[in-house]
């Protein structure tokens, strides 16, 4: 009995040499997404800020959002990881399907902001930290100055019957006004 309990182990630990793979889960080895901008019909602009010191952000074209993010990945060197993002600016442009994808394919957290900026959203990567514009929205909402924009909030206004939904207009100097989305 002992034999086949030894026999049986010793099965058990090859295989686990020799089926054991390189883990891919290492932080450092990923850009770790904090914000995004998606603006286009056509093609999809989509710039990107990720949990970085100095703030940097990347902006790229393609014909959908997958193609801008695979460019992204190879301009970075890295992949990108999706789950921590906090805010979401969006333009008039197919406002449903951009944030189905963000929820569902990206699996962005639900908390995760959404605002109206245009197609100024480079300017205000550039021009304002991440901190101070989702500081602003979360400001105006608490005042009531905008209404609730989180991503579930959102999604469900624009699914429900009216088809439209009130997030946050912002500027690089924060949140400024009310914009409707359809």
């Keep these: 009995m ?3 309990i030894l026999f049986l182990s010793l099965m058990i630990m ?14 450092h080895d990923k850009n770790y ?3 995004v901008s998606v603006s ?10 990720f949990f970085t010191k100095d703030g940097k952000y990347i902006t790229t074209s393609g014909k959908d959002i ?8 190879l301009q970075t060197g890295r992949k990108i990881f999706t789950g921590y993002t906090e805010m979401i600016l969006i333009d008039d442009f197919n406002s449903i399907d951009t944030l189905e994808y963000m929820l569902h394919k990206w699996k962005v957290s639900p908390s995760c902001i959404v605002a109206y900026a245009g197609e100024n959203a ?4 550039e021009n304002s930290s991440i901190e101070r514009l989702s500081g602003s929205v979360h400001a105006a909402i608490k005042q009531g100055k905008s209404p609730e924009c989180d ?4 999604l469900g206004e624009l699914l429900s ?16 006004a009310v914009h409707t989305i359809n």
């Design 2 to 4: 002992n034999k086949k």
């Design 14 to 27: 090859t295989a686990f040499c020799f089926c054991s793979c390189e883990s891919n889960g290492r932080v």
């Design 33 to 35: 997404l904090r914000a």
């Design 40 to 49: 286009g019909s056509d093609k999809k602009t989509v710039t990107f800020t």
């Design 66 to 73: 997958d193609s801008a993010i695979e460019l992204a990945e």
């Design 122 to 125: 480079e300017e205000i990567f």
């Design 151 to 154: 991503i579930i909030t959102v």
């Design 161 to 176: 019957n009216e088809k439209k939904a009130e997030i946050a207009e912002i500027t690089s100097d924060g949140a400024i």
